[in-house]
């Protein structure tokens, strides 16, 4: 297989065929939990109905036109988007990676068009995660991202440390574009972000003149248990990028502004060929309707509750930390052991698991993913723990 494609991501020897739910069918003729959902992708699972349906309606209808016009479909979706997240206007894009490169960029202008030239710098948390193009590749708060081989990399991006109330006193000035918030920091460890800090650290950016962004390309839909972790966050950010669950499975990300940021672009100023493709929004929209239906996200709340406390209630000594937001579950490990040695153990037993920063287990289950494919996932992974030495 490292034939045929390009070996960059340390893949398993494994070949998956077809899933339902959260549970995943290989090729070997095995049965695997899915706690994974393609890295929070697959919110609905695999083989939802009314996805599976949408798709194959869309796909009769037209695929792709370009942005040289609108399509019924994108339309609707941008409708239901803008109204679910209260935001303006929307960038439609095709990863989150990409939906950042967007944020940036209004950034940039933005600062230009508000201080000049100075004012350009976008501030970003250590630890942080946002994407592997060059200018989101600067963008992440941790070195490991950093390797001498993609330098130069790019100008114009600080990182401060998230949660420390001291550092706001000098992180924002005249030259400070935006500041830019991964609402729970995902591949950097399963790190939360308190609300006090959040808005203090908002307020202390829009003092210095510069626009708030959140990089809610994983806590964003419905994961941490709010359709955007900012709301419950309470920051009030003027821009919002999505994308991994946005369209259930199909690649999609969003840039969405309002209030200050809402008219900084112009015609022109950022374009994709792929971008608001209508298979994608014919996607999108099932997601948001499903999302929006009475008792999701509280159910989506129940169910990470559910799965942090039963592994607190095994108190095992090996496991220093279980925390997280919704269905975003990272599991802190004595550093004795790593992580994607557990990962591995979970996937012989038949459990998909992920790993973040470098003591965590994640667990991004799809939202809805039964009791009963959790108690069996959890099981497997009590085992693994277990037969820990
Ligand atoms: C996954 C992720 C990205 C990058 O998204 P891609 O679709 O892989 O480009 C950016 N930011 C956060 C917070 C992410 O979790």
Redesign the pocket.
């Known amino acids: 297989m490292d034939r045929l494609i390009l070996n960059n991501y340390g893949s398993f020897d494994l070949t998956f065929v077809k899933g339902k739910g959260a549970t995943m069918y290989a090729s070997n003729g095995r049965k695997y939990i899915d706690f994974v959902s393609g ?2 992708v697959n919110c609905l699972g695999h083989n939802y109905k009314p996805l599976v349906k949408a798709i194959a309606n869309q796909a009769k209808k037209q695929i792709h036109i370009s942005n040289y016009y609108f399509s019924d479909t994108g339309l609707e979706f941008a409708q239901k988007l803008l109204k679910v997240t209260g935001f303006e206007k929307g960038y439609f894009g095709n ?4 939906a ?1 490169e967007a944020a940036i960029k209004l950034a940039r202008k933005y600062g230009q068009l508000n201080g000049g030239e100075k004012r350009k710098t976008v501030v970003t948390l250590e630890a942080s ?4 193009t060059l200018a ?1 590749l600067t963008a992440t708060g941790q070195d490991k991202f950093h390797p001498d081989c993609f330098a130069p990399y790019a100008e114009g991006f600080k990182t401060i440390k998230a949660n420390d109330f001291d550092c706001l006193t000098t992180a924002f000035d005249d030259t400070t574009a935006a500041l830019f918030i ?1 609402c729970v920091q ?2 950097g460890g399963v790190n939360l972000i308190s609300a006090e800090w959040a808005q203090a650290a908002a307020e202390a950016a829009r003092k210095a003149g510069a626009i708030v962004m959140a ?1 809610e ?3 964003g839909v419905g994961r941490t248990g709010s359709f955007l972790a900012s709301d419950a966050l309470g920051f009030n950010p003027e821009v919002v ?1 999505l ?2 669950g946005i369209a259930g499975g199909v690649p999609m ?1 969003a840039c969405l502004f309002r209030g200050k940021a809402a008219d900084v672009f112009v015609a022109g100023d950022h374009q994709s060929t792929f971008a608001g493709n209508p298979l994608a929004c014919a996607a999108g929209n099932v997601v948001i309707d499903t999302l929006t239906k009475d008792g999701f996200m509280q159910d989506v709340i129940n169910k990470g509750d559910y799965i942090r406390e039963i592994i607190k209630s095994w108190d095992l000594p090996c496991v220093k930390d279980v925390r997280g937001k919704g269905l975003m579950i990272g599991i802190q490990i004595d550093t004795k052991y790593k992580p994607f040695d557990i990962e591995v153990k979970c996937l012989d037993e038949g459990l998909c698991t992920t790993t973040a920063g470098s003591d965590v287990v994640r667990f991004l289950p799809p939202l809805v993913i039964s009791y009963d494919e959790i108690d069996k996932g959890l099981e497997i992974f009590k085992k693994v723990l277990e037969s820990l030495n």
């Open positions: 890295i929070g990863s989150g990676a990409e950042n995660f946002h994407g592997r989101t991964e995902g591949e990089d390309v994983q806590t990028t994308a991994k990300g």
